[in-house]
């Protein structure tokens, strides 16, 4: 399996070249290219949030707690006072760190569904609606960024296979088709609840047509 250094490097290298590629050719502005680079950074790291130990699920979890406590601050702030607010922002922040973090620790298994390609469109089908209906992004930015945070985890996947094979002896480790797969079949509810929320997310997001047409007309 490939260290944290590693999927974050392999995952800019291929992710950063291709955002600037897209403002190269017209389909995104210089602040678009900026969130598509970290979108699929921000995916390489996000099969590894299974892992308790990970660098992984620290960040992702303190960005997910950072991210609900301005929301709080946003929808509060004409019904509150600016110290409930702020007592509201912090209370906010260490829910999500600490009790939600350990509740997902507890009931998530490393390389288990969440380290699937049905997690990776999982991952997008939360991020797209996520940037358009909450930071009121356009269609276009939103399925970008859902683009290349698919990306990001499917080079995380692939990395973890190739680093299950040892070029020098020729010999495959035992850990050998559990990062690249479709889902984890030995847990099919969880992989029902994955799928039932890649219908969910897709129905909440927006219409990917603006994506069609820019290809159609290049």
Known sequence: MADFKTHVTVAAVISVPLAVSA?????ADIN?????????????????IDADESIAIRIVFRLFATLVAGLSLV??????SYWH??????ASYFVIRFPVQW??????????????VLANLLF?????????????????TAWGIGGFIFLGAT??????????VELSGLRVKRSF??????????????????????????WLSPSPDVWIELFRLS
Not at 125 to 139: C, D, G
Not at 155 to 164: A, N
Not at 185 to 198: A, D, H, K, R, Y
């Open 124 to 140: 997008t089908a939360v991020a797209v609606p996520l940037a358009y209906h909450v930071f009121t992004l356009n269609a276009q």
């Open 23 to 27: 403002f190269i050719f017209g389909l």
């Open 177 to 202: 088709g559990t990062a690249m797969k479709l889902t984890d079949w030995e847990q099919p509810f969880t992989s029902i609840l994955l799928v039932i929320g890649c219908g969910v997310g897709y």
């Open 103 to 116: 509740c997902f620790e507890k009931l998530t298994v490393h390389r288990g569904t969440l380290h699937s």
């Open 155 to 164: 080079i995380h996947l692939i990395l973890d296979e190739l680093y299950s």
């Open 75 to 80: 929808i509060w702030l004409d019904k509150m």
């Open 85 to 90: 607010l702020l007592v509201l922002a912090i």
């Open 32 to 48: 678009d290219t900026i969130l598509y680079g970290l979108a699929g950074i921000l995916g390489g790291m996000l099969p590894d």
